[in-house]
């Protein structure tokens, strides 16, 4: 089985590059994809997705060097599910909504 993601929208945060313990990049940044409708009261609805994205090796090398909070990105890669329940990472905001955001694994 084999699945895909692409997403386009803007980078959140700087992205944070760390090495692990075998000496391999890896950078972490968030992309917010938005959306704008009509729904059928007629009003106008925004709607915003989150994603985190971690990049590995040179591709996180790059990705570090580039991409500034802001700037437009494309991302194509492969959902990883939360361990404990199979679907996005959930939390409760500091206004008490829930909140969920994507895991994201980009790729070459």
């Not at 997705?49 to 990705?63: D, H, P, Y």
Request: aromatic share 10%; hydrophobic share 35%; charged share 20%.
């Amino acid at each position: 089985m084999y699945h895909t993601i692409i997403i386009v929208g803007n980078v959140g945060r700087d992205p944070e590059m760390r090495y692990i313990p075998s000496g391999q990049a890896v950078t972490s940044f968030s992309v917010a994809t938005n959306r704008q409708y009509t729904n059928s009261n007629g009003e106008q609805v925004k709607e915003t997705i989150w994603f985190r994205v971690s990049a590995w090796g040179k591709l996180a090398e790059t990705c570090n060097m580039y991409l500034r909070k802001g700037h437009k990105v494309l991302v194509e890669g492969r959902l990883t599910p939360d361990a404990n329940t199979g679907g996005p990472r959930i939390w409760s905001g500091q206004d008490g909504q829930a909140r969920a955001s994507f895991e994201v694994t980009a790729a070459t």
